[in-house]
């Protein structure tokens, strides 16, 4: 009786909001980002490496964001007043993005519109990086409530329904982003780019008034009284402490140290005595401070340990940057008719990656995982970071896919301008396998990612715990905004036939592109299994 109790107890009033809310904001930013690129160059005139530079850019800025904003988050902001505010400055972006178009509708020059452009871009990438960590670590909160007061459940339902919990939190976020690639693709496509900023701006609205509106139901935690709830104090104390024992050992001479033996007896750096004149409640507290730089360094040893794995998923972040900016300028030379009049929105294909997300997770949850569980004995079936490598593998698969696609696509457009009338351009449906394989990809890396990043910080640093997960992205995105200007510097100066992002997509190489990010992923993937060998998780480290 007591198991079928554990598996009808779902999710919290409170987690089931923000995982609608988690939503809401990714169909907000998917109905912008998706088809940013495009907008650049179609509206503002860019070309096709300065577009994608710029998405990259302000992509990395806004997953790179709550690196410096996490440590604000987890020890001195409210997470409930975090959130509103960030939302409010989002919304501001939104609206300021919303009147670049209207402007630039009226306006023959650009230059008033893309001033506004990047302004209200910035706001955006300002208030989406403080808004996602802390609003994740914020339904953590919900979700460590529920277990914390359920005495009764095993401590293997508790995993499983943190993993429900990360599992349904991407299903929401995968939703929103669905209908934020499909629906507004073929708004502003077929509307215009006002209304099709516009809707993303009000959807934003709808965010704020209902997070809003959970007021009556969510857990406020409250940091202040836990001793432990500010780690980057405890970091920065901690090297403040190692500095200042640094300072007292280099002496210059006898009488220093002379000095420094008083000072010792005097006054104890540490006092772990526990004598008859001390009360319990004093050594309790010196116990806690005698832990203080322990803890401090134990905090910095942690990001460290973190930071090699964290390193090499970089390579994974720079494929799944290709979606919104390069797979769309190949859908958009490629035939893209449906019947006479119908034409496909090129961005609407990223929609392929969140379908297969959504169609797949139950069976990756009902099918995959069970029998996982029975091979290898383990209560979560794949670990961890093996399943962030197979996404990473499924990665590198679907960009070589793409290489061979692109590869194909040119022969045919050069064969077309030799003899017109000898074949069609190729279909814009050959680039799905390479878009179904990284949402595939993505089942096992991104939802491995947001749970290897929850489990190996403590409690205290979950908002940086998402952080890391987030930057992941961020840099990846400066990553691939770097190597796009330093191969097209590079290759640019053989000529504009030899540039591998010619604006021409005839003459433009990206099979070359591609080929580099498949040969660089593939070394990237064998470090990440060597270091995987090597790497001891939290919970086996606190097991010993």
């Not at 940086?464 to 905004?481: C, D, E, K, P, Q």
């Amino acid at each position: 009786m007591m198991a079928e109790g554990e598996k009808r107890r779902g999710l919290s009033k409170s987690c089931a909001l923000l995982i609608v809310i988690a939503g809401i904001e990714r169909y907000a930013f998917k109905g912008v980002a998706s088809n940013l690129v495009t907008y650049l160059t179609d509206v503002v005139k860019m070309s096709n490496s300065r577009a994608a530079t710029t998405v990259n850019t302000w992509s990395g800025f806004t997953f790179m964001l709550p690196l410096f904003s996490a440590p604000f988050a987890d020890s001195y902001w409210d997470r409930f007043f975090t959130i509103l505010a960030s939302s409010s400055l989002y919304f501001v972006g939104l609206v300021g993005l919303t009147y670049t178009a209207f402007d630039g509708s009226r306006s023959t020059t650009k230059t008033i519109s893309l001033y506004f452009l990047y302004t209200s871009l910035s706001l955006i990438a300002l208030g989406l990086g403080v808004l996602n960590p802390s609003l994740q670590a914020f339904g953590a909160d919900q979700l460590d409530h529920d277990l914390d007061h359920d005495h009764e459940t095993s401590l293997e339902v508790k995993s499983n329904r943190k993993s429900h919990f990360f599992q349904w939190w991407y299903f929401g976020v995968c939703a929103g982003s669905l209908l934020g690639v499909t629906v507004m693709a073929y708004i502003q496509d077929t509307f215009g780019w006002v209304f099709g900023f516009a809707i993303p701006t009000a959807s934003m609205l709808l965010l704020i008034l209902l997070f809003l509106c959970g007021c009556v139901v969510y857990v406020y935690a409250d940091s202040g009284l836990d001793p432990k709830a500010k780690p980057f104090q405890r970091i920065l104390e901690y090297i403040k402490g190692a500095v200042w024992r640094r300072s007292k050992i280099t002496l210059v001479n006898n009488h220093d140290l002379n000095a420094m033996e008083l000072e010792l007896q005097e006054k104890p750096l540490c006092n772990c005595s526990n004598t008859a004149s001390t009360t319990t409640s004093k050594t309790l507290a010196n116990e806690k401070n005698c832990n203080h730089s322990f803890s401090g360094l134990e905090t910095v040893k942690l990001l460290l340990r973190l930071l090699p794995v964290w390193t090499m998923l970089l390579t994974f972040a720079v494929i799944f940057q290709q979606p919104a900016t390069f797979f769309t300028k190949q859908g958009m030379a490629m035939k893209r008719n449906i019947g006479p009049n119908f034409k496909i929105p090129p961005a609407t294909l990223q929609s392929t990656i969140t379908l297969s997300i959504i169609l797949l997770m139950p069976l990756y949850d009902k099918v995959l995982i069970p029998i996982a569980k029975k091979i290898t004995k383990n209560e979560k079936g794949i670990p961890v970071m093996e399943r962030m490598g197979i996404g990473m593998f499924l990665s590198i698969i679907a960009i070589v896919i793409a290489a061979l696609v692109e590869r194909k696509r040119l022969m045919i457009s050069k064969k077309m301008k030799t003899s017109p009338n000898s074949s069609d351009p190729l279909s814009i449906f050959w680039l799905l396998p390479q878009y179904i394989l990284l949402g595939v990809s993505d089942i096992f890396t991104v939802v491995g990612m947001q749970e290897f990043f929850y489990s190996e910080v403590p409690v205290s640093m979950r908002t940086m715990g998402f952080a890391l997960y987030t930057s992941v992205f961020g840099v990846g995105s400066f990553v691939s905004a770097a190597l796009i200007s330093v191969i097209e510097s590079c290759t640019k100066s053989r000529g504009e036939r030899q540039n591998w992002f010619a604006d021409d997509m005839s003459e433009a190489r990206l099979d070359n592109y591609y080929w580099l990010l498949a040969f660089t992923s593939a070394i990237s993937f064998l470090m990440y299994i060597v270091i995987c060998k090597h790497f001891k998780s939290s919970s086996s480290r606190d097991g010993q």
